[in-house]
């Protein structure tokens, strides 16, 4: 049976008047690979350091493998963070900065050596044991980072925008070298990104977390296409959001609903006639913006044919059941 990793149970977090985290509710599952997702200041920081023990919470319990955290310091936890600045000592060698915590607990110099070797492996980085941080890429510190928060063997990694300070290329191929790890090593990874694309191609499950509460948690493909609100639809990749009365006049059901713009093509014939309003040019693909009875939708076409000039009317059309209903509130 898969044990729960990390349970919330209406937990808060308040600054005075700031409700930084606010009556969440959360389960992890061992060997999840689950990504906290949402835009600055929304209380994904705050809820990892709740996790690491860096913080108390004011209100509610947290289980980390069932056991109560109230009161648990964070080096009693079975937690590491890898944090986004990586907070290596400069004037350590690498193989001492990943050994750091087993010389804290009392372990002999040749014993944390190998250790740190091993961690050096399992990043891709062997060899580089004698090197200081300064000698180091940003991409290799973050490897080192890594290797100092594994080495622990920790239960449960929490990683703070890990990837957030490398070039797209370098943060492309961490991805999936981070995800194949986790994969191999059947570590809980509690990820903290507001990088929708980050979140939806490495995490098993996403919660999306806006003004300290979480608003939907699901696999990527559920809060893509099944957005709960008109806040999630937007954040998680653009979406247009068709109002009440026209989703109506489409499906029937009269609410708000999520409409994807790949999900809408263009047609000769039938669908419905909209005026085009602006037409960019992406590279791989082209963005358009119509008008549908003056609501503007997003249509993003790979068809350079399209002869769709602002001013225009041209035909658009979509299958119904691409029209996903949401709840008006955060609710
Ligand atoms: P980012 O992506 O920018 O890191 P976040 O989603 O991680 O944002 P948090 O860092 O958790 O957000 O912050 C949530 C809210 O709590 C913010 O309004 C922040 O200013 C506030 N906050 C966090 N820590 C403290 C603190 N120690 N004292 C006062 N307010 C705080």
Redesign the pocket.
């Known amino acids: 049976m898969i044990q729960t990793a990390v349970e919330f149970a209406a937990v808060s977090r308040h600054?005075?008047d700031?409700r930084?985290?606010d009556e969440v509710d959360l389960r992890i599952a061992e060997g999840e690979f689950f990504a906290m997702l949402?835009?600055?200041?929304?209380?994904?920081?705050?809820?990892l350091r709740l996790i690491a023990g860096f913080e108390q919470p004011t209100a509610g319990q947290i289980h980390i493998f069932s056991r109560a955290m109230a009161g648990v310091p964070p080096y009693r936890r079975q937690v590491n963070t890898v944090f986004q600045d990586y907070a290596l000592f400069p004037h350590l060698s690498v193989s001492d900065n990943i050994a750091y915590g087993l010389m804290i607990r009392g372990q002999g110099r040749s014993m944390r050596r190998r250790a740190a070797e091993e961690a050096l492996e399992l990043v891709r980085l062997p060899g580089y044991a004698d090197r200081k941080p300064g000698e180091l890429s940003g991409g290799q510190r973050q490897r080192v980072a890594l290797a100092r928060a594994l080495v622990n063997q920790p239960k449960v990694l929490l990683l703070d925008?890990p990837l957030g300070a490398l070039d797209l290329k370098l943060r492309e191929q961490m991805q999936d070298e981070l995800r194949s790890l986790q994969k191999s090593l059947g570590i809980t990874f509690v990820f903290?990104t507001?990088d929708q694309g980050e979140a939806l191609s490495m995490a098993d499950r996403v919660a999306v977390?806006d003004a300290?509460k979480i608003i939907q948690v699901g696999t990527p493909q559920e809060v893509y296409h099944r957005p709960r609100n008109a806040f999630v639809a937007d954040f998680v990749g653009s979406s247009n959001v068709l109002p009440a009365h026209l989703t109506e006049s489409f499906t029937g059901q009269s609410c708000p609903a999520s409409l994807r713009p790949e999900c809408i093509r263009f047609v000769d014939t039938g669908g419905c006639l909209v005026t085009v309003a602006s037409v960019s040019f992406l590279g791989s693909a082209t963005r358009y913006t119509v008008l549908l009875d003056g609501t503007p939708l997003t249509v993003l076409s790979d068809n350079a044919q399209v002869a769709a000039q602002p001013g225009r009317e041209v035909r658009i059309d979509w299958d119904n059941e691409r029209l996903h209903c949401m709840s008006e509130g955060h609710e």
């Open positions: 600054f005075g700031i930084a985290v949402g835009p600055s200041g929304s209380g994904k920081t705050t809820c925008e903290v507001h977390f300290g």
